[in-house]
Structures are given as structure tokens and as C-alpha cells.
């Protein structure tokens, strides 16, 4: 395939422009592999060292993204969104212009695992409402997430519609609580054959759990929850402030 030559633009802001093109007239599309750096030299006529430099910066700019011994592949868009608020994900996603189908895996009384009666600070014989949904978005889940809250914390949670409705927005209206904070972190997850093929078998089987814990106007929990996320569409950005950020990468289609 032959490019334009631009006498302006050095080789390697060439090679960038002409991946560029492709991707955004979709002749490339998310998950193609491009050729290797050696494959490109030859294609432009040049050093590795310039072919390295136009692929760091496509890298850079999430064009496209690398996976060690396999190549670099063409990335999806991002979409910047902050999580400074206590906004639900369906909430989230709509300011960014996205509608979000969610489907209920389960509702259902548990006898809680240490790590969720912690979080809730549940009395030994106490049990926790355990909430799981998978998130679609155009399609395709995004996310799922998993809520647990103490079982005698309001009776109208289990006879709600939890497909369409928001668990931040029933425990105010229904439950009369008031959400003041979410302490939030961040793990690598080890997930279970079931998760990954409800979250659609990525092709490149990357993922992110965003983990916390979410209190009342009185600051006591009532919400702990587990969100797995396709680490192919979320990007975590940090500020300098230590405000967290996730970059929901858009979807095709």
C-alpha cells in the first residue's frame, strides 16, 4: 500500500498520520493488529528507532494499545468520566451520553463472608442482601456489579425493580438514607469462569474491580459492592488531588 509523501512531516509524524487516517475512516478497527515494527520499517523505508517513536506516540494518544509478545493493537475511543460525585453507574453513563441496559443476575439473602461483614460491620448472626447486575452498554456489558447491604437495613429493597431502577435513588426514596461518601479502591480480580463469559469473553481478557464501601448521612455503611469492569473499555486515572477518575472507554456499533 503506498502513502502520500509530505515533505513537511518527518517519517515518523507520517507513519502516525497514516495510521490515524485508517483508524478514524474505520479501515483499521478496535482490535486489529497492526504490523509489527519490523513489517513497518519496511513499509516506510525507515529505522526502528523512528517506527518505535510514531507507535510510542499512537500509544501515548490511546490510539492503540500493546500486549507484551503478541503486538500492538487498535484501541477504542475513550470517554472521560469523574467519580468525584456518588452518581449511580446508569447515571455516569448518561451524562456521557450513553444509555445503559441492565439485567439482574440475582437477589438473594446470604449468610456474609468475612470480608462483607467487615466492610458492614454486621453483627455475627446477621445477614447481608446480595445484589448482582451486569451493565450493558449499545449492546455490550461494561460492567458487573455485585452489592451487598445489610438485610434488615430496608424491607422495600427486595420487592423493587432492580433492572430499571437506581439503588442510590431507592435508598432515598424508599429507604429514607441519605448517602454522604463511597471509599473506594482499586484490585487486579481473579474471576470465575461465569463472570468472564457474562462480561462476553473479551478478546483480550484484561479486568479491573473497582471495590467500595458506601455510607449513610450518619456515617455508617450500607453498601458494600465489587464492580468488575472490562479492563479492554476502563481507563483509571488519578489527579494530583487523589480524585479518582474512570475513562469508560465508547462502543462500537
Not at 42 to 62: C, G, H, I, N, P
Not at 114 to 140: M, P, Y
Not at 170 to 198: G, H, M, T, V, Y
Request: aromatic content about 6%.
Amino acid at each position: 500500500m503506498e502513502y502520500p509523501e509530505n515533505s513537511y512531516l518527518t517519517k515518523h509524524r507520517q507513519i502516525i498520520e497514516a495510521l490515524t487516517a485508517q483508524i478514524q475512516a474505520n479501515q483499521l478497527k478496535p482490535y486489529d493488529r497492526l504490523p509489527s515494527e519490523k513489517e513497518l520499517c519496511a513499509q516506510w523505508q525507515t529505522s526502528r528507532s523512528t517506527v518505535r517513536k510514531a507507535m510510542d506516540q499512537l500509544a501515548d494518544r490511546e490510539r492503540i494499545f500493546r500486549v507484551p509478545g503478541k503486538g500492538s493493537f487498535v484501541a477504542f475511543p475513550k470517554i472521560l468520566h469523574q467519580t468525584s460525585q456518588i452518581l449511580s453507574f446508569t447515571e455516569k453513563m448518561k451524562a456521557q451520553g450513553l444509555e445503559v441496559e441492565t439485567k439482574l443476575i440475582l437477589k438473594e439473602l446470604i449468610d456474609p463472608s468475612e470480608e462483607v461483614a467487615a466492610a458492614l460491620k454486621l453483627a455475627k448472626s446477621a445477614r447481608a442482601l446480595k445484589i448482582q447486575r451486569l451493565r450493558i452498554v449499545k449492546g455490550e456489558p461494561m460492567v458487573l456489579q455485585t452489592a451487598f447491604m445489610p438485610a434488615n437495613l430496608c424491607e422495600n429493597l427486595m420487592k423493587e425493580d432492580l433492572e430499571s431502577q437506581s439503588l442510590n435513588r431507592l435508598f432515598q426514596e424508599q429507604c429514607d438514607i441519605r448517602l454522604s461518601r463511597s471509599d473506594i479502591w482499586i484490585e487486579a480480580p481473579i474471576i470465575s469462569k461465569k463472570e468472564k463469559k457474562l462480561l462476553g469473553n473479551p478478546h483480550v481478557p484484561l479486568f479491573l474491580a473497582v471495590v467500595g464501601v458506601t455510607f449513610d448521612q450518619n456515617g455508617k455503611p450500607v453498601r458494600f459492592s465489587r464492580g468488575i469492569f472490562r479492563g479492554d473499555r476502563v481507563r483509571l486515572k488519578i489527579s494530583d488531588s487523589a480524585v479518582f477518575e474512570l475513562d469508560y472507554s465508547s462502543l462500537l456499533g
